[in-house]
């Protein structure tokens, strides 16, 4: 693997960026009331926090690596995961998050304990920590390996430990708050970045005609055949959605943001917000890659197609700045997945459990620990991620992602719309459903040398798992003699806001004619 060195300017560039970051976030630590929660922010954020906070949290430096190496390998078909995930940030600011901000809970958990009692919430606390630390932790934390590996030229685990300290810093002392202020200035500064690659690549490569005609015509579609082995449509089109209502709708890391908004509305804006900068993913983290391809088709490793634009296009100094806010936006997304982790234990599992009369100083004590201990255990699922070979660094994501949404999604659709759904139903998904999707997902990704399946693409392979869990569970709930109900947590009482519609409304059509542009 190649490095990338810096010179004298990048690393006072580099110094002075960290300490204005770390300037933000003691500034907003300060803005927390000292008894007050590390993990709501107080229900204060505004759509803006919200927006960037969410994309921020989703895209990231981690996936903008991964993303440019999808377009240097395929063009803008990996853009699905992009612009496909409005339909289900819309699922969230109208279905999931009027009711999680109806019922004031801290957690999905909780909501769902609402739901389906207590033992639910139980397992989906566990569940929730465990999916955490797999999809957030230690994948986030992989590829921001790769780059400081690259820059630094130091192995995977000090590359994750260095990470780790720095997010573990801004989360123990400022909460959500932190992390919130922090993504707003850092999403900023990372959109301006890769917009000036963007352009300065386009210069370089003679304009955009000169572009299309030096890659393939099909770098310009974005439903590939069925044959195609990384991005067949049907795959897509089916798997996604199980995929999307998880990420988008359930996961605690990505939802926290929409549980501290002051209200319905600014969820509504704030999670617009997200639609929107996700249209940019496209033309700021996957062009890029394409880009890469035209200027130097020769690379061996997709993996590098990012840091090689910067470090060939870039002037120093600017190299510098672009280092910066790659390590800054992975710590952000480090920081927001920590805060959650620690929000989920302390208060679905600590406090309820053992605890219920602790004092908010004691909860921030216990939170600030399971913070430390949660980022010791990532830093060992980074390393044993680093291991897996024969995927390229976005297609490790997904098909990791793809076995762990199945059982949750299952269990929140059904909780959400369909009212017999019973609490033995959603244990059975969350414990035995659990264990055989990650059976599927270890064989799939670690396939012994005696299996020889002709394996599914893994989307389609999700969406199949989400189907039997489904199924099992409209069984198990038609058939279960404990009839005890819990009522579905009804939307918060609060009038519908007509810019929030309304922006939604033109965020659809502008989806719907840029997915007939592209095809």
């Known amino acids: 693997m190649e490095t990338y060195y810096m010179q004298g ?16 976030g003691i500034r907003a630590s300060s803005q927390r009331r000292k008894d007050g929660s590390l993990f709501l922010a107080g229900r204060s954020l505004r759509w803006y926090h919200i ?35 409005f339909v289900f940030i819309a699922l969230l600011a109208f279905v999931f998050a009027p009711r999680y901000l109806g019922a004031r809970v801290s957690t999905l958990p909780e909501f769902m304990g609402l739901r389906y009692g207590q033992s639910t919430r ?59 202020y922090t993504n707003v200035y850092q999403m900023i500064l ?11 690549g386009l210069d370089r490569v003679g304009g955009v005609s000169a572009l299309v005609s030096k890659v393939p015509a099909d770098y310009w579609v974005m439903f590939k055949p069925n ?43 704030g999670t617009n917000l997200t639609g929107w900068l996700k249209i940019l993913d496209v033309a700021l983290y996957i062009l890029p890659g394409i880009l890469c391809f035209a200027l130097f088709p020769t690379l061996a490793n997709p993996d590098e197609a ?22 800054a936006c992975l710590v952000s997304t480090v920081g927001s997945a920590l805060n959650a982790l620690s929000t989920v234990f302390t208060m679905d599992i600590y406090v309820r459990r053992y605890r219920p009369d602790a004092s908010q100083a004691h909860i921030n004590r216990v939170g600030r620990i399971v913070t430390v201990a949660g980022a010791l255990v990532a830093i060992v699922l980074t390393v044993a991620i680093d291991a897996i070979k024969g995927l390229n660094l976005f297609n490790v994501f997904q098909s990791v992602l793809s076995f762990i949404a199945p059982p949750m999604a299952a269990v929140f659709v ?12 959603a244990n059975f998904a969350l414990t035995f459903g659990t264990a055989f999707c990650l059976i599927v997902g270890v064989l799939y990704l670690w396939p012994p040398q005696w299996l020889h399946f002709p394996w599914p693409h893994f989307m389609l392979l999700s969406f199949y798992l989400f189907v039997i869990l489904l199924a099992s569970m409209v069984l198990i709930s038609l058939t279960d003699r404990d009839r005890t109900q819990y009522e579905i947590p009804q939307p918060v009482r609060e009038p519908v806001s007509r810019l929030a519609v309304g922006l939604w409304v ?11 542009v592209f095809n």
């Open 9 to 24: 300017l990048d690393w006072i560039i580099l110094a002075v960026y960290f300490a204005v970051l770390i300037f933000i």
């Open 51 to 85: 927006g960037f906070s969410m994309w921020g949290t989703n895209v990231g430096p981690s996936m903008l690596i991964a993303s440019a190496s999808a377009g240097f390998a395929g063009g803008v078909v990996s853009g699905n995961y992009a612009w496909y995930a």
């Open 122 to 180: 139980n397992i989906l606390a566990w569940y929730t920590i465990v999916t955490i630390i797999i999809s957030w932790l230690a994948l986030t934390l992989f590829a921001g390996g790769i780059l400081i590996r690259q820059v630094f030229d130091i192995p995977m685990w000090a590359s994750a430990l260095v990470l780790l300290v720095i997010s573990a810093f801004f989360t123990m002392l400022g909460g959500l708050k932190a992390v919130a």
């Open 190 to 200: 990372l959109i301006a970045v890769s917009l000036v690659l963007v352009i300065v």
């Open 227 to 269: 044959s195609d082995p990384d991005f067949p449509w049907l795959p897509i089109i089916l798997g996604y959605p199980v995929m999307g209502i998880w990420f988008w709708c359930t996961d605690q890391s990505m939802v926290q943001p929409v549980l501290a908004a002051r209200n319905l509305r600014e969820g509504q804006l």
């Open 306 to 327: 990012y840091l090689t634009m910067v470090e060939n296009l870039f002037p120093v100094g600017m190299v510098g700045l672009v280092f910066a806010v790659l390590t």
């Open 414 to 425: 059904l909780g959400i719309f369909w009212k017999k759904a019973t609490a033995r139903a």
């Open 506 to 516: 033109a965020l659809a059509v502008v989806m719907v004619a840029l997915y007939l």
